[in-house]
């Protein structure tokens, strides 16, 4: 009784500020974790300069796989967090944008969505 009710709008617009004031939240979160893998990646560069350096492995097709394998766990991190801010993109311009909606089905997933997912 002593309450107001508030215009559906604006109960609106402040729930499309706070999910855009939160998206912005979890992409500065992705970018420090960004900076601190790049990190972690150079310490990594130099660890593997300073040990595959002594005779360790066999063959070089040794070495070679064991780097290779450290590379592709970096990537894959790498194209994960890509995916996660692909995603956190696609929200923020259905919520800015909700009327263009390009290239996407009923299951929100693009067609470059197919396409990475056919590798």
């Not at 499309?16 to 939240?25: E, K, R, Y």
């Not at 894959?76 to 696609?90: D, F, H, P, Q, T």
Request: glycine residues 8%; contains cysteine.
């Amino acid at each position: 009784m002593g309450r107001k009710e508030q215009d559906p709008g604006v109960i609106i617009e402040r729930a499309f500020a706070t999910t855009l004031q939160s998206l912005a939240d979890i992409q500065r979160n992705i970018s420090l974790v960004l900076g601190a893998k790049a990190a972690e990646s150079e310490k990594v560069r130099g660890w593997l300069q300073y040990h595959l350096k002594e005779p360790i492995f066999e063959t070089n097709t040794d070495r070679l796989s064991v780097c290779m394998l450290i590379h592709e766990q970096q990537i894959e991190v790498i194209e994960g967090l890509a995916k996660l801010c692909n995603g956190l993109s696609r929200n923020m311009k259905l919520i800015l944008h909700p009327d263009q909606v390009d290239g996407q089905d009923a299951g929100g997933s693009s067609e470059n969505e197919a396409e990475d997912s056919g590798r």
